[in-house]
């Protein structure tokens, strides 16, 4: 029987015991405040920053609103930006992704204190976790090492097979499995022989965007599959990058779609968090 990895009940494992951290923090007089900024108002986006607003509430860190309009320019987001970094009851700043088209990404990446980059997108953080150095790790592939960490499921010299090389979630996810001695092989849309590179992972990681893509052909029998994908269907119900129901019975752990790595992206925003409260 496939055990299915409970990102739920993780999740809440995880957001307790930094609600617990925070506890004791304020008992030393340190509290935390995120600084949420949101530029336009598209749907998928305000559910996330709402959750990250909640999950603020629910492990006790004050959570401040930045709604902007969808024509707001690059230069006055810079301005916000500039403004929070000052600001030293302003702990973490989190730009909610996308941003509209005239506002370069890179850029407003690149503007948040290294110190107060909770969602680890800035190059500082990626260079530290290239390096081996303390620094923010991006949201959802840390959550996917605590899945798997605490699934008990063990990573040291398994074969890894990541797909998907996006700065967000893939080429972070290779590097994590790596530092914890994993054999990492990246594969992507352009890879040759994907189903044969697959085939060979005990831990197969999957980041590729496509509803359903991956069946039985791409899976080694008893190999763990996470599933980091997230789509709705035309009847309204979630699905992840992996067609579940035809892997399920060649797997020994899979994450479901929903309430695998969707809640884990969350928790670890908030783990980190509270890391920059003590830093
Ligand atoms: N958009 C999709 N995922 C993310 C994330 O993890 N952080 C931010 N800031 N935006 C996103």
């Known amino acids: 029987m496939a055990k299915l990895i409970d990102g739920k009940l993780i999740s809440q494992q995880i957001k307790d ?24 108002t598209d749907p998928a986006s305000s559910v996330y920053v709402r959750n990250k607003k909640r999950a603020c509430e629910y492990i006790g860190i004050e959570s401040r609103s930045y709604e902007l309009p969808q024509e707001t320019t690059e230069e006055e987001l810079l301005e916000l930006i500039a403004e929070l970094n000052a600001d030293e009851k302003v702990n973490g700043i989190l730009v909610q992704l996308p941003v509209p088209e005239q506002i370069d990404e890179n850029k407003i990446i690149q503007a948040i204190s290294p110190a107060k980059d909770v969602d680890g997108f800035h190059p500082q ?43 967000i979630v893939g080429k972070p996810m290779a590097l994590l499995m790596l530092r914890e001695n994993a054999t990492v092989t990246i594969a992507h849309s352009k890879t040759n022989n994907l189903q044969e590179i697959c085939k060979k992972a005990d831990i197969l ?6 509803p359903k893509m991956i069946d039985e052909s791409y899976i080694k029998e008893g ?16 699905c992840g990058d992996v067609d579940f129901d035809r892997v399920l019975s060649h797997v020994s752990a ?26």
């Open 17 to 40: 015991e930094l609600k617990m951290k925070t506890a004791e923090l304020e008992k030393q007089g340190i509290k935390g405040c995120l600084a949420v900024i949101q530029v336009g």
């Open 125 to 167: 953080n990626v260079g530290a976790l290239v390096s081996g150095l303390e620094g923010f790790v991006s949201c959802t592939p840390a959550g996917v090492i605590q899945l798997l960490k605490r699934s008990d499921i063990s990573i040291a010299g398994k074969n890894c097979v990541v797909i998907g090389r996006s700065n």
């Open 205 to 210: 990681i999957v980041a590729v965007g496509k």
């Open 223 to 238: 190999a763990v599959v996470i599933d980091v994908g997230i789509h709705r269907k035309e009847d309204q119900k979630l």
């Open 254 to 279: 899979i994450t479901p779609v929903p309430g695998g790595v969707g809640p884990m992206t969350i928790a670890m925003l908030m783990h980190n968090c509270v890391q920059a409260m003590t830093r």
